[in-house]
């Protein structure tokens, strides 16, 4: 809560300090939230093995589950625009929390789509209203704010692996309603967040009503900028995507790893994206974002075409490199986007997330389909290739000046 000097300080100058611990109250649902999303993907090996599933149709799971985002968050993110409700955050973790209790009592292939579905949704409502809340409570500081709340759902994403190979797998399906747990803590942290974004909104309409922000850009740029940013998003998230879902499966096939051995190797990799998506922001907010996504193209993409060709050890060394790199860009691509219409940041913020999960999502399952049929090696030798989209990066307008 503010004391009666900052909110005078906050009226007088409509630039707020940044509020550090909203952040990072923040960033820790988002990291409860997509470990939760991941038990589904790190799961796959024991459906696969226990319901006789293929690989299209774990490839359906992940559709069930990031399409019903991709469909949600943005139209989410434009109500949150027009209506802001600031306990809409704790109420998507309470969906999170039935979704975990569906997947883990499913028993058929359909249940578990059900169930991969309702995770969704949660997460649909989670993303837009959560990335609007930090870009509150930035103080200006808009790449630190994104990256520290984008690195917290790194973070749970990493964890997922690790808490399947220890908890989930030697435990069973069944042991993922004890997750549920970490939801219901994650409810009563965005409750608290909550009344801060409620009071903030209070002292936002105390003040005269500020000017409206217009985009820089005429409608013909802004057409061309987010068809760019679509492919952006289509090039890093198909690989990422695939990653999760299928290098499990690629280790297992190519080295003979066990299970558990697999998903340590995974974790690395989850990892490295988390610590790359934190150091992203802030270095975009230095140097600007253009730049940062640039980097992340060029610096990505060598190691990305080695990656499938090396042996065990060369391919967990270049896949913390590609993770680290790669996943850099994505809190840039977000502030990039904001920038653009900055009037609607809760829809854009839906639009990105939205589109980057659906897009991943449809990518994975058309290469598990593939995988079916010239195998999961010859895949991974081939998607890499998707990064070359990222040179279309050259038709995006500049729209920032580098902060020093």
Same mark, same amino acid.
């Given at each position: 809560?503010?004391?009666?000097?900052?909110?005078?300080?906050?009226?007088?100058?409509?630039?707020?300090?940044?509020?550090?611990?909203?952040? /990072?109250?923040?960033?820790?649902?988002? @990291?409860?939230?997509?470990?939760?999303?991941?038990?589904?993907?790190?799961?796959?090996?024991? /459906?696969?093995?226990?319901?006789?599933?293929?690989?299209?149709?774990?490839?359906?799971?992940?559709? =069930?589950?990031?399409?019903?985002?991709?469909?949600?968050?943005?139209?989410?993110?434009?109500?949150?625009?027009?209506?802001?409700?600031?306990?809409?955050?704790?109420?998507?973790?309470?969906?999170?929390?039935?979704?975990?209790?569906?997947?883990?009592? $499913?028993?058929?292939?359909?249940?578990?789509?059900? *169930?991969?579905?309702? @995770?969704?949704?949660?997460?649909?409502?989670?993303?837009? !209203?959560?990335?609007?809340?930090?870009?509150?409570?930035?103080?200006?500081?808009?790449?630190?704010?994104? +990256?520290? /709340?984008?690195?917290?759902?790194?973070?749970?994403?990493?964890?997922?692996?690790? $808490?399947?190979?220890?908890?989930?797998?030697?435990?069973?399906? =069944?042991?993922?309603?004890?997750?549920?747990?970490?939801?219901?803590?994650?409810?009563?942290?965005?409750?608290?967040? $909550?009344?801060?974004?409620?009071?903030?909104?209070?002292?936002?309409? %105390?003040?005269?009503?500020?000017?409206?922000?217009?985009?820089?850009?005429?409608?013909?740029? @802004?057409?061309?900028?987010?068809?760019?940013?679509? *492919? @952006?998003?289509?090039?890093?998230?198909?690989?990422?995507?695939?990653?999760?879902?299928?290098?499990? /499966?690629?280790?297992?096939?190519?080295?003979?790893? !066990?299970?558990? !051995? %697999?998903?340590?190797?995974?974790?690395?990799?989850?990892?490295?994206?988390?610590?790359?998506?934190?150091?992203?922001?802030?270095?975009?907010?230095?140097?600007?974002?253009?730049?940062?996504?640039?980097?992340?193209?060029?610096?990505?993409?060598?190691? %990305?075409?080695?990656?499938?060709?090396?042996?065990?050890?060369?391919?967990?060394?270049? +896949?913390?490199?590609?993770?680290?790199?790669?996943?850099?860009?994505?809190?840039?691509?977000?502030?990039?986007?904001?920038?653009?219409?900055?009037?609607?940041?809760?829809?854009?913020?839906?639009?990105?997330?939205?589109?980057?999960?659906?897009?991943? *999502?449809?990518?994975?399952?058309?290469?598990?389909?593939? *995988?079916?049929?010239?195998?999961? !090696?010859?895949?991974?030798?081939?998607? +890499? %290739?998707?990064?070359?989209?990222?040179?279309?990066?050259?038709?995006?307008?500049?729209?920032?000046?580098?902060?020093?």
């Amino acid at each position: 809560m503010m004391t009666t000097s900052t909110k005078m300080n906050y009226i007088q100058t409509q630039k707020p300090a940044t509020s550090y611990s909203i952040i /990072f109250a923040v960033s820790g649902a988002h @990291l409860i939230n997509d470990l939760i999303q991941f038990l589904l993907p790190a799961l796959y090996p024991l /459906f696969k093995a226990e319901y006789g599933l293929d690989y299209f149709q774990l490839g359906l799971l992940t559709l =069930a589950q990031q399409m019903t985002a991709c469909i949600l968050q943005p139209l989410m993110g434009l109500y949150g625009d027009v209506k802001p409700k600031p306990f809409a955050l704790a109420i998507s973790l309470v969906i999170v929390a039935v979704g975990v209790t569906l997947l883990a009592t $499913a028993n058929s292939f359909p249940l578990l789509l059900l *169930a991969a579905a309702v @995770l969704g949704v949660g997460s649909a409502l989670f993303h837009p !209203e959560a990335s609007r809340v930090s870009r509150m409570a930035s103080g200006g500081r808009l790449g630190f704010a994104q +990256s520290s /709340f984008q690195v917290g759902g790194n973070t749970g994403t990493a964890l997922g692996p690790l $808490a399947a190979a220890l908890f989930v797998l030697p435990l069973g399906q =069944a042991s993922t309603i004890w997750f549920g747990l970490l939801a219901v803590i994650g409810v009563m942290v965005l409750i608290w967040v $909550a009344r801060w974004y409620a009071n903030h909104q209070r002292m936002v309409n %105390a003040m005269r009503k500020p000017p409206k922000i217009l985009s820089k850009i005429p409608r013909k740029g @802004l057409i061309m900028a987010f068809a760019v940013i679509g *492919a @952006l998003l289509l090039s890093k998230f198909v690989y990422i995507e695939t990653f999760k879902s299928y290098y499990n /499966f690629f280790l297992i096939e190519k080295f003979g790893l !066990e299970i558990r !051995e %697999a998903q340590t190797y995974l974790f690395l990799f989850l990892a490295a994206v988390a610590v790359g998506t934190f150091f992203g922001g802030p270095i975009g907010d230095r140097v600007g974002t253009l730049k940062v996504i640039w980097g992340s193209i060029l610096g990505a993409l060598p190691f %990305a075409l080695v990656l499938p060709h090396m042996n065990l050890f060369g391919t967990a060394v270049l +896949s913390i490199i590609v993770g680290l790199i790669l996943s850099s860009a994505f809190s840039a691509i977000v502030v990039y986007a904001q920038e653009l219409l900055p009037q609607k940041v809760g829809m854009v913020a839906g639009l990105v997330f939205g589109f980057a999960f659906g897009i991943g *999502a449809l990518g994975a399952a058309a290469l598990g389909a593939l *995988a079916d049929y010239i195998g999961i !090696e010859r895949v991974f030798s081939l998607f +890499s %290739a998707l990064l070359f989209l990222g040179f279309l990066t050259v038709f995006l307008p500049d729209v920032e000046k580098p902060k020093n």
